[in-house]
């Protein structure tokens, strides 16, 4: 994990901006800390040692790699690797984005020099030489994907979370699971198969989560009918900044889950998903890690709110859409989704998102059983008001809205 020690913590807030549903994040104090991409998880790292090194993105590991050392300047903070002692820099001094940012030789140039500027819980790593963001290009959530400087804005790659070291890199509460059994994505590993519970809870009511929940695999059902009524109440509400885990949910299951802000549903199991499996309503990141789903004759994902939705490591089977981003809700959005490691079967399409909105939906190793003709990697339509009914518009990879390679897509 990238590592960050932190001096004269004071210069590392350059300035507050709030997301939405969400507080901005605190100064870090000083200390050690891991640096993890709000967009993919993967912590920034030097792959090499010498003066001209770009930058990338790995997955975390606590290689000397990915250690750092921030340190107070005048106008803001140099990054500084552990490994060799070098700053990181933007190329040639360039104000110019798409520029890369590698190992350089400290200089004290402004051109090395970075401001944190707070994004709800995560910040943005502003350069002070040209005002650019530190990025990854093209968004990427593949690990080795290139790091440079880019036009500030709400894109989550553009978005960096600071977390103690030694603990596992959490941005705005990602735990990054080992569930059981592991979807693997395009690696292969077969079917996963759902687990067996421990136990039964039979529930009346809708359980309140702040903190963390624990369901110690046991079963939880007995809320709704099991079909299709949008006036279903939730099996479990999640507190803004909640956490639920190891729980099988059963039928029936009335509307889920529903997260009213930032969140993390870690190792949720769906057996019979009646409405929808969970519904995001109001932060800017929610986090859906291991876990899987089936028996959805609409969608499994519903987002409501706004800001982004990771989904890892899922497996989902005969459904009719692992994930929708709201056409027609009373408030209109910008949503995206990010998708790494999902294992689909007998599903018909894995993203609807609405292009006019601006929304998006980045896919890496995902395993499609079935071809390209009975599974849609992602579909576009026309968001439209409350009351009246999206257009679809069209589907496939686009560079812009719908964004992934055939790389990116394996098909059994």
Known sequence: MLVLTVTASAALVAAGVAGVGTAAAAAPTSGSYTLVNAGSSLCLNAPGSSSGTQLVQASCNGSANQIWTVTSVSGGVTLKAGATGMCAGVRDASTSAGKAVQLENCSGA????????????????????????????????????????????SVTSKQWTFAPAGSTPTPTGNPNPTPTPTPTGGGGGGIPSFPSPSGSVKVDATIQVSGTFDGGMRRYYGIGDGGQSESQDPMFELAPGATI????????????????GNCTI????WEDVGEDAATFLGGTNYYVTGGGAKSASDKVFQHNGPGTVHISNFFVSNAGKLYRACGNCSSSYQRHVVMNGIVAQSTKVLVGINTNWGDTARFSNITVYGSSSSTTICEKYRGVPKGSEPEKIGSGADGTNCLYSSSDITYR
């Open 245 to 260: 885990k190891n729980v099988i949910i059963g039928a029936p299951a009335g509307d889920g889950v529903h997260c009213e």
């Open 266 to 269: 870690q190792n949720v199991w």
């Open 110 to 153: 402004s051109s090395q020099t970075w401001s944190l500027t707070a994004s709800g819980s995560n910040y943005r790593v502003v350069n002070a030489n040209g005002g650019k963001c530190l990025n990854v290009k093209d968004s990427s959530t593949s690990s080795g994907a290139l790091v440079q400087q880019n036009s500030c804005d």
